[in-house]
Nanobody
Framework: VQLVESGGGLVQAGGSLRLSCAAS????????MGWYRQAPGKQRELVAA???????DYADSVKGRFTISRDNAKNTVHLQMNSLKPEDTAVYYC?????????WGQGTQVTVSS
């Protein structure tokens, strides 16, 4: 299973970005798909996650600003990020839970300038 992220980049504070992650390979059902991020010198943290049924969970720091969505037929997950802040700067990783396994993407850099 491979996860490929796209959509990162440089944006000014207050701006928006949309991240996408596409899963490919021997996939039957992806139970949960999520976005994590890791800033320099910090631990990787959960940003948002979504189940195959559409239930979502968000970190408190992004509630009301970020929206996670997925297309089960295409095995893709998206993260719409609005009202970005400099503290959102990090490498963002896609993660997929398939049966008892989990997989990570290679990460995409998001940089928010003040």
């Amino acid at each position: 299973v491979q996860l490929v992220e796209s959509g990162g980049g440089l944006v000014q504070a207050g701006g928006s970005l949309r991240l996408s992650c596409a899963a490919s390979g021997s996939i039957f059902t992806i139970n949960v798909m999520g976005w994590y991020r890791q800033a320099p010198g910090k631990q990787r943290e959960l940003v948002a996650a979504i189940t195959s049924g559409g239930s979502t969970d968000y970190a408190d720091s992004v509630k009301g600003r970020f929206t996670i969505s997925r297309d089960n037929a295409k095995n893709t997950v998206h993260l719409q990020m609005n009202s970005l802040k400099p503290e959102d700067t990090a490498v963002y990783y896609c993660r997929a839970f398939i049966r008892e396994y989990n997989y990570w993407g290679q990460g995409t850099q998001v940089t928010v300038s003040s």
